[in-house]
């Protein structure tokens, strides 16, 4: 991966990735069908809030359950000034709740 690319990988396909939310970064590119890989391009990680700037929504398909897991990658390529690159990386697992 080149520097200072954010790539985000979804492992689930009852979920559909809607626009993103005005306060987030710039969407580089989406991949595959559906879209389940997001990139992003920052080039200034220290002028980045991680809580808006990554700002996405999907919208689960009705067909889901309550014991259907949703998993979701991220991975930092930060370059050679990163001091710490044991945190560019994280994978989170979670069950799908379903609303009424």
Same mark, same amino acid.
């Given at each position: 991966m080149?520097?200072?690319?954010i790539?985000l990988?979804?492992? *689930? %396909?009852?979920? #559909?990735?809607?626009?993103p939310?005005?306060? &987030?970064?710039?969407?580089l590119?989406?991949?595959?069908?559906?879209?389940?890989?997001?990139?992003?391009?920052?080039?200034?990680?220290?002028?980045t809030?991680? *809580? %808006?700037a990554? #700002?996405?929504?999907?919208?689960t398909d009705? &067909?889901?359950?309550?014991?259907d897991?949703v998993?979701?990658?991220v991975?930092?390529?930060?370059g050679?000034?990163?001091m710490d690159?044991s945190?560019?990386?994280?994978?989170?697992?979670?069950?799908?709740a379903?609303t009424?």
């Amino acid at each position: 991966m080149p520097p200072n690319l954010i790539m985000l990988d979804i492992s *689930y %396909t009852k979920i #559909a990735c809607l626009p993103p939310l005005p306060q &987030s970064l710039k969407i580089l590119n989406f991949r595959g069908n559906p879209w389940d890989t997001i990139e992003w391009n920052n080039i200034n990680f220290g002028n980045t809030d991680p *809580y %808006t700037a990554f #700002a996405i929504r999907y919208e689960t398909d009705t &067909s889901a359950t309550d014991s259907d897991i949703v998993c979701v990658k991220v991975i930092v390529s930060a370059g050679s000034s990163d001091m710490d690159t044991s945190n560019n990386h994280l994978d989170h697992c979670f069950n799908v709740a379903k609303t009424m």
